[in-house]
């Protein structure tokens, strides 16, 4: 019984952290990224927020990151990174590589 009771208030715990994640907003527009660099916090669970204004899809990617997500046009999708070490990760948007890039520092 103790140990359900204990199952349970660390699942609690840990729907109460994941609600708590610091939220980042990124906008694609014109196949750019703005703002094309933020700033997160090191050692920590973050939300990305990215809508995509275009009319066309973007491919978030970020090998550093491990992540990679289409993100359809005229939407918007959320991604969890980290936690992350301090340094910077770079990411692209892939299907327009050549403008559409950032990074996301962790301090
Ligand atoms: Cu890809």
Redesign the pocket.
Known sequence: MKRLALALLTTLSLAAFAADEPEFKLVIENHKFTPDRIEVPAGKKVKLVIENKDATPE?F?SKQLNR?KVIPGKSTATIFIGPLKAGEYKFVG?FNEKTAKGVIVAK
Do not use: L, M, S, Y
Request: aromatic content about 0%.
């Open positions: 491919e990617e990679e892939e």
